[in-house]
């Protein structure tokens, strides 16, 4: 089964944003950068998707110039996707290009864990797809709600246990690499 990656709403929309902190993305991007570059040996191409919000005002209209990718993660990809919904199938024609090309299987990494990365996973586990979630290479924030603070390791953990065996398997980025590899041996 062909394999492609999501690399979702990976874009510089996030670090304007007043949740971004830096400590939180720098393991992060060293683990996206690794599976970028892992999936590229492999063969298995990139798709990027973007979010925007047109007309919002917010890091994410395309009119404040920030819908474009992330510093150091500006990789070719075999196509890019606009989203406006928090998944990635629901607005775009993805599903439609990865079915026109043979591609069943996707991997799924990007920014936030339990927003477009969860909901992507969710529609394309419905949608008949099979998924790797590649939980280290996605980045969420703390979020607070009703006087408690969800640290983003409780979301990741929360979006973990929710998708896995339901939806997607959960993997990381070297046991891809040595999957990836042991194909080729």
Same mark, same amino acid.
């Given at each position: 089964?062909?394999? /492609? %990656? @999501?690399?979702?709403?990976?874009? #510089?929309?996030? *670090?304007?944003?007043?949740?971004?902190? $830096? !400590?939180?993305?720098?393991?992060?991007?060293?683990?996206?950068? /690794? %599976? @970028?570059?892992?999936?590229?040996? #492999?063969?298995? *191409?990139?798709?990027?998707?973007?979010? $925007? !919000?047109?007309?919002?005002?917010?890091?994410?209209?395309?009119?404040?110039? @920030?819908?474009?990718?992330?510093?150091?993660?500006?990789?070719?990809?075999?196509?890019?996707?606009?989203?406006?919904?928090?998944?990635?199938?629901?607005?775009?024609?993805?599903?439609?290009?990865?079915?026109?090309?043979?591609?069943?299987?996707?991997?799924?990494?990007?920014?936030?864990?339990?927003?477009?990365?969860?909901?992507?996973?969710?529609?394309?586990?419905?949608?008949?797809?099979?998924?790797?979630?590649?939980?280290?290479?996605?980045?969420?924030?703390?979020?607070?709600?009703?006087?408690?603070?969800?640290?983003?390791?409780?979301?990741?953990?929360?979006?973990?246990?929710?998708?896995?065996?339901?939806?997607?398997?959960?993997?990381?980025?070297?046991?891809?690499?040595?999957?990836?590899?042991?194909?080729?041996?």
């Amino acid at each position: 089964m062909s394999s /492609a %990656l @999501l690399m979702i709403d990976v874009q #510089a929309s996030f *670090p304007a944003r007043d949740y971004w902190d $830096e !400590a939180l993305a720098e393991p992060w991007r060293q683990r996206q950068r /690794a %599976l @970028l570059d892992s999936a590229r040996e #492999a063969g298995i *191409p990139l798709v990027r998707i973007f979010h $925007e !919000a047109p007309g919002s005002g917010t890091p994410f209209d395309p009119a404040n110039g @920030l819908i474009h990718p992330l510093e150091g993660f500006d990789d070719p990809a075999a196509t890019t996707f606009h989203k406006r919904a928090h998944n990635a199938f629901t607005d775009t024609e993805l599903a439609s290009w990865l079915r026109e090309r043979g591609i069943g299987h996707l991997l799924v990494s990007g920014i936030r864990t339990e927003q477009c990365c969860e909901t992507t996973t969710r529609v394309a586990s419905d949608l008949g797809f099979t998924v790797d979630f590649v939980s280290e290479a996605t980045l969420t924030f703390p979020m607070h709600r009703a006087g408690r603070t969800w640290s983003a390791e409780e979301i990741r953990a929360r979006t973990e246990l929710v998708l896995e065996g339901r939806f997607a398997r959960i993997v990381d980025v070297a046991t891809l690499g040595e999957e990836w590899r042991a194909r080729v041996a």
